[in-house]
């Protein structure tokens, strides 16, 4: 009995200090007829204090992305405040189906992450239409 104790006050400890940082959604999709397809993610501060927050891209095996492009890499989120920062998907050819990772931490503690999954798909033509968006 007292380890279930032990076990549900450390699970509740990590759950609160995972808590304090996190993003909105658990994954976003899009579709484009573009080379690049942007998104909005929406960094989560739930602390009581300002935290310094990095964004960075990964691909679906956790290795370093250099399609993943984020405007703003490094942010300052506030107490109990919610920040929106544009990512882009980049070099999508027509027909490619492409899933990255777009992962928050803090800047001084990089160990603990939290990300959000991206799938994007680019069409070579509108889907239902015979015509290529390019008019060719």
């Known amino acids: 009995m007292r380890f279930l104790v032990a076990c549900a006050l450390l699970l509740s400890s990590l759950s609160a200090w995972a808590g304090g940082i996190g993003m909105g959604h658990q994954a976003l999709t899009g579709e484009t007829l573009y080379d690049k397809r942007a998104f909005y993610l929406v960094l989560m501060n739930r602390t009581q204090t300002a935290r310094k927050l990095k964004v ?69 033509r509108l889907p239902g239409r015979g015509a290529s968006h390019s008019g060719q």
């Not at 998907?89 to 959000?116: H, I, M, W, Y």
């Open 56 to 124: 960075t891209g990964l691909n679906a095996d956790y290795s370093p992305s250099s399609r993943l492009k984020v405007k703003t890499p490094a942010v300052v989120v506030g107490p109990n405040r919610n920040r929106r920062v544009l990512v882009f998907v980049d070099g999508l050819v027509p027909g490619e189906r492409l899933e990255q990772l777009a992962c928050v931490s803090e800047k001084k503690n990089k160990a603990f992450r939290v990300c959000t999954q991206l799938k994007v798909v680019r069409h070579d």
